[in-house]
């Protein structure tokens, strides 16, 4: 054998001496090192990951520092406006009134449990509430008149993400200290009945700028129509939610295509599950598909609807409504700095027809204007979260000219803006005596509740 065909031999015996070392299972070296390369990529790969979750860690707390730094004013005057409201919403809610009063007694007797509600489910929001927290065993007029509440405070909240989206940040909050502090809106909030659900119109027009923005345009599109379903529900909306809709069709259809199957499907089944109640309702009683449509129960003499049609500016400007249940006297629903914001507001949408927002306007105002003519179960509170709005934009151009004639001057912007935001607060102030002190303490006030 050649010293060649010797060498190859003897390195596969030695192939085969490893081979059976190892298979031996007498800790072979290969395996020890092998182990030993593994301990030492483990230890090297766990010491990365940690120190990549620490990357992470420093970036996520930068970005946390910076958006506290960047909006902890905003969110601590948010929190405690919010804290305000609510305190005007329930401060002596069941006490400032010597009892109910009887609309209160009936809305509740007629709402005793979900099945009086699912028959005729009038105002279902508001009524289904008020059934649930019957059903649990209280009756306390300050629990019931905390549905009212809650819708209230949804009404601002709702209000200002509307300005909020249309004005600056300081209009907002202006805007919507006159809105939250108004007597107008305190005696709707306050009152166990169901008229502060059409305040809840201001969600469809949330939405519907959410949707036209194009931000989660399939989440919002989602949330539309739900609101869009419940809103049926209240007497005359049926009209505000169908234009709403066909006016945004080729955003919804766009929408639509691009909405996940899955959320489609859970959008069919939660809009048939909201609406199969009220067709249940209207199929066994036809007759309180007038009241849904906001229709009054027998139709006006031409003369009646212009006679309702002048009160609704002689109630707003210079005369309220004569219902010691929810108004003081006979003073006017509108203030003096809140009448001259909205006729500095039309002035200001006067001269911007083409936006989308001024056109919205003026189609809330007009239908809300002809169903509030009619006589129909729909109230004048309908129209009020819109005069505000409008109200906001008067707001807006005062401040705005007023900076204009200073552009440059330090002390004019606050002295300014410091007249505005005093005037904003006695106003607010005059309503909220007007409600608190004033109208519990009226004669008329404490004739029309029932003592208890």
């Not at 009212?148 to 300005?163: E, K, N, Q, R, T």
């Amino acid at each position: 054998m050649s010293e060649g065909e010797v060498a190859v031999a003897t390195s596969r015996e030695e192939k085969l001496f490893v081979a059976d070392r190892i298979r031996s299972g007498d800790g072979g070296v290969l395996r020890q090192v092998q182990l030993a390369v593994d301990t030492s990529l483990s230890q090297a790969g766990c010491k990365q990951f940690f120190l990549f979750r620490c990357i992470l860690l420093k970036k996520f707390m930068n970005k946390l520092r910076q958006i506290i730094a960047d909006n902890w004013q905003p969110a601590l005057i948010i929190g405690i406006s919010t804290l305000f409201i609510v305190g005007l919403f329930w401060f002596k809610l069941g006490s400032l009134t010597i009892g109910p009063h009887q609309s209160e007694l009936s809305y509740a007797a007629n709402n005793a449990n979900l099945n009086l509600v699912a028959n005729k489910p009038l105002n279902l929001p508001h009524a289904a509430l008020t059934a649930v927290i019957q059903i649990f065993g209280s009756h306390s007029i300050f629990v019931l008149r905390s549905v009212s509440a809650l819708f209230g405070l949804l009404a601002v909240w709702l209000f200002y993400l509307i300005i909020r989206s249309w004005h600056t940040t300081r209009i907002a909050f202006m805007a919507t200290a006159l809105f939250a502090s108004s007597s107008w809106l305190l005696h709707a909030a306050r009152l166990g009945t169901p008229d502060i659900l059409y305040t809840a119109l201001l969600s469809l027009v949330l939405f519907g700028i959410w949707l036209k923005k194009g931000k989660w345009p399939s989440i919002t599109l989602f949330g539309l129509a739900i609101i869009g379903t419940l809103l049926l529900y209240i007497p005359g909306l049926i009209w505000f939610v169908l234009p709403g809709l066909f006016w945004q069709r080729k955003r919804i259809f766009t929408t639509l295509n691009q909405m996940p199957l899955w959320l489609s499907v859970l959008w069919t089944i939660a809009v048939l599950l909201l609406v199969v109640p009220l067709l249940r309702a209207v199929w066994l009683k036809p007759e309180i598909l007038r009241p849904l449509l906001g229709l009054p129960d027998h139709w006006p003499t031409i003369k009646q609807v212009f006679d309702n049609a002048l009160a609704i500016p002689r109630q707003l400007l210079w005369r309220g409504p004569k219902d010691p249940a929810h108004w003081l006297g006979t003073i006017p629903l509108l203030d003096v700095f809140n009448i001259t914001m909205f006729a500095v507001g039309l002035y200001a949408y006067w001269f911007s027809v083409k936006l989308d927002r001024t056109r919205l306007l003026a189609a809330v105002s007009i239908i809300g204007f002809i169903l509030v003519s009619i006589g129909g179960p729909v109230k004048l509170l309908i129209l009020m979260p819109f005069i505000y709005i409008i109200g906001a934009a008067g707001l807006a151009l005062l401040l705005q000219q007023w900076l204009t004639v200073f552009p440059r001057n330090p002390l004019a912007h606050t002295i300014g803006t410091g007249l505005i935001v005093i005037t904003v607060a006695l106003t607010s102030f005059y309503h909220i005596s007007q409600y608190f002190i004033a109208w519990p303490n009226a004669p008329e006030t404490k004739a029309a509740f029932i003592r208890q």
